[in-house]
Every structure is written in C-alpha cells, then in structure tokens.
C-alpha cells in the first residue's frame, strides 16, 4: 500500500517560516509529480504547488507565488513546501498528493494532512 506522511506542522506568528515535509511509502518519488493542497473551513481545497513535469516544472497558487517553494528529494522520495513570510490566511490543513506519471490531472495518492496556523 501506498501512505503519504507529511510533517512539520504547527503553529507560528505571521511573517516567520514553516518547512512542511511529505514522505512515501510503497510508491517512487522517481518521474512522478506531487504537490501540496490545503484546506480551511469555508474554503475548500486549494492547490499551493506542485511539480506540473519530469523536468521539475512548477506551478503555485496565486495566493502563495513568491512566498512559498516546493522542493524534493527523489532518493528519499520526499518532497517538502518551504513557507516564508507566512500570514493568517495561510491557516489550513495542509495535504501532500501524489500521482503515478505527470500527465492525469487527478492525484492517486493523498497524505492525512498536517495543521498550519498562522496568527497575526
């Protein structure tokens, strides 16, 4: 079976940092894409990043360009969500996905979620 863990949730005040981490399991990093998606009360699901193609292009929310950065480590098939100058409307759990491939627009696999709160 497939899991997906993420990591490194919790709770900061608005400017400072937060480093978000997804791990597989059953599953290679290697020519895959993954991403990061979030969802708060009344909002929704909302895609924050995510790697779009083998050659490591990205693609980011709106409301995050500039302030977040998706990166990974194939060799530990590990992929993380670097969160800079964090602000209260960045409060949400914040879910890891995975697909087989880059080219289907839906992810096969789904992370639990870890919590992120931002207060002002």
């Known amino acids: 079976d497939v899991q997906l863990v993420e990591s490194g949730g919790g709770s900061v005040q608005a400017g400072r940092s937060l480093r978000l981490s997804c791990t597989a399991s059953g599953w290679s990093a290697t020519n895959n894409c993954m991403g990061w998606w979030r969802q708060s009360p009344g909002k929704g699901r909302e895609g924050v990043a995510s790697?779009?193609?083998?050659?490591?292009?990205?693609l980011y929310g709106d409301s995050v360009k500039g302030r977040f950065t998706i990166s990974r480590d194939d060799a530990k098939n590990t992929w993380f969500l670097q969160m800079t100058n964090s602000n209260p409307e960045d409060t949400a759990t914040y879910l890891c996905?995975?697909?087989?491939?880059?080219?289907?627009?839906?992810?096969?696999?789904w992370g639990q979620g870890t919590q992120v709160t931002v207060s002002s």
């Open positions: 996905a995975a697909k087989n491939g880059c080219g289907a627009p839906w992810y096969d696999y």
């Open positions: 790697f779009v193609n083998v050659a490591g292009g990205t």
